[in-house]
């Protein structure tokens, strides 16, 4: 019998729920779940604890060959060493904190979407004042593309410093204090609803936007038309990110404090640092790449689609990084 079956039978036989035992070890009852369906073992400390809580000795708990069914030796406890395969450090989250997180990430997620759309956007002033025809006025098209990409970085710069104090979050391995997972569980599927529409919506803009230029067709080859619904698309399409980007960035604070999906144990653990080595790469390379042709072209009608081109390589590159790196 394995320490997982001997855990789920002591702790049903002390009439005893998971977040019961968990409060009492003081680990969250994603760590009791886990030892349970044996994806991880517990330390000496939380052996030696639960001894005590279920009145057994620790060979019992530890020496397979024993089983529950047999009365307990008598035998005095022994030292035994622990097995190869144990859970790594955890760092505690608090309630405070974890609420505190959630606060800072909201309006992070304004922050980082704004940002964003105004990269998206930054590209109409050019494209309206380039319809004057006038040196002058392409020089200031220029100028206000430029501040808003500099006003753009400065709120990357000034959110990721204000949430740089909670980065252990998506890379340490975490434990939640007592009655945070139900918490944090309840805001999750509350906000669900608003986020699969913002998502949605969102989306939709991104795919309605390229449809913009066409309805310039519409009016013939009028340059002014053209560079009205250029325009369009721009602003259809920073509204659309501007929804993903902050929707998702909510909802991922959930999956962050309940360690799903990308930020389970298993792919912190997997992960190491190699995704932000080449973001910090990739991501301004894309930019110089779509300034340049854009400015040697002047063709910024097309020049967008640089971006979600790039978004949907990036996730390759990653995994063929990964597979290199085995």
């Given amino acids: 019998m394995i320490l997982a079956d001997k855990i789920i039978d002591l702790r049903k036989k002390a009439g005893m729920s998971q977040e019961e035992l968990a409060e009492k070890l003081g680990v969250s009852r994603q760590s009791v779940s886990k030892w349970e369906s044996a994806q991880s073992t517990p330390d000496l400390n939380r052996i030696l604890k639960m001894s005590e809580i279920f009145g057994v000795s620790t060979d019992v708990l530890l020496k397979d060959e024993l089983d529950l069914s047999k009365p307990n030796s008598t035998q005095e406890a022994i030292e035994v060493s622990m097995p190869d395969e144990t859970e790594p450090p955890r760092r505690s989250v608090s309630m405070a904190e974890a609420n505190d997180f959630l606060t800072k990430n909201s309006k992070s997620a304004l922050a980082i979407a704004l940002g964003v759309a105004l990269c998206i956007t930054s590209v109409v002033p050019p494209i309206i004042f380039d319809a004057v025809g006038s040196v002058l006025f392409e020089s200031m098209g220029i100028i206000i593309m430029l501040l808003m990409i500099a006003a753009a970085v400065g709120i990357f710069i000034f959110s990721g410093m204000s949430m740089n104090r909670f980065s252990y979050l998506t890379k340490e391995c975490i434990e939640t204090e007592y009655g945070i997972d139900g918490m944090i569980k309840e805001k999750k599927a509350a906000y669900q609803t608003s986020h699969a529409l913002q998502l949605s919506a969102g989306v939709m803009l991104c795919i309605l936007s390229p449809i913009m230029p066409i309805f310039s067709e519409l009016y013939g080859k009028s340059s002014v038309m053209e560079e009205i619904f250029a325009t369009f698309l721009f602003i259809f399409a920073a509204a659309g990110v501007f929804m ?8 991922g604070a959930y999956k962050k404090l309940l360690q799903e999906d990308d930020f389970s144990e298993t792919k912190k653990i997997a992960k190491r640092s190699e995704n932000g080595f080449l973001a910090e790469i990739y991501w301004p390379v894309i930019t110089a790449a779509f300034l ?14 640089i971006w979600p081109v790039s978004a949907v390589i990036f996730p390759v590159i990653i995994i063929i990084s990964r597979q290199f790196k085995k």
């Fill in 292 to 305: 340049a042709y854009s400015f040697i072209t002047n063709d910024w009608g097309r020049s967008w689609i």
């Fill in 244 to 251: 993903i980007v902050r929707t998702c960035i909510i909802n």
